[in-house]
């Protein structure tokens, strides 16, 4: 069984890795895909998001990552995904998400499936992880290693 898991991931953080290497042993095959939208402006270009992502997952074999600017319904249709999935971390989460599952459905993308985050993951936001880099505060809570020394370098953080 195939899965597309979607999302900006900008930037990847802990919480998206957990998400991703607990689909990985649940799925066949779990495609990542990095999925850009045009009203947003990001720190990270697309592939380097997707090189992050690459990064941090060398050791799952069944997980592909690609970046897609299209819609996720056409994207499920041409890799003959069997599911969306997606991550939630709380009530807002899933009223974010419960929408645009629907909104797949209608589109006819498959059914959309969601996997609780890690309770001690909950609080790890990519929006929180850009506040603290910012200000130079310690990323290593939210970021995987490789990301870290990206998101400190684009912020040209001393350490």
Not at 4 to 10: A, C, E, N
Not at 36 to 49: D, G, Q
Not at 114 to 136: G, K, N, Q
């Amino acid at each position: 069984m195939k899965v597309v898991l979607p999302g900006s991931f900008h930037p990847p953080t802990i919480g998206h890795i957990d998400v991703i290497r607990r689909a990985a042993a649940l799925f066949d095959e779990v495609l990542v895909a990095v999925m850009v939208n045009a009203r947003k402006t990001y720190l990270f270009s697309a592939e380097e998001r997707v090189e992050m992502l690459r990064e941090c997952l060398t050791d799952l074999p069944n997980v592909r990552v690609l970046a897609d600017s299209g819609l996720t319904a056409d994207l499920c249709r041409r890799e003959g995904a069997d599911a969306i999935l997606h991550g939630l971390r709380d009530a807002n989460d899933y009223a974010y998400e419960a929408p645009l599952a629907q909104a797949n459905k209608a589109l006819g993308a498959p059914e959309t499936l969601f996997l609780p985050a890690d309770p001690a993951l909950s609080h790890v936001s990519s929006t929180i992880a850009l506040d603290v880099a910012r200000h130079h505060g310690p990323i290593e809570a939210f970021l995987p290693g490789p990301v870290c020394e990206r998101v400190r370098r684009a912020f040209a953080d001393p350490k």
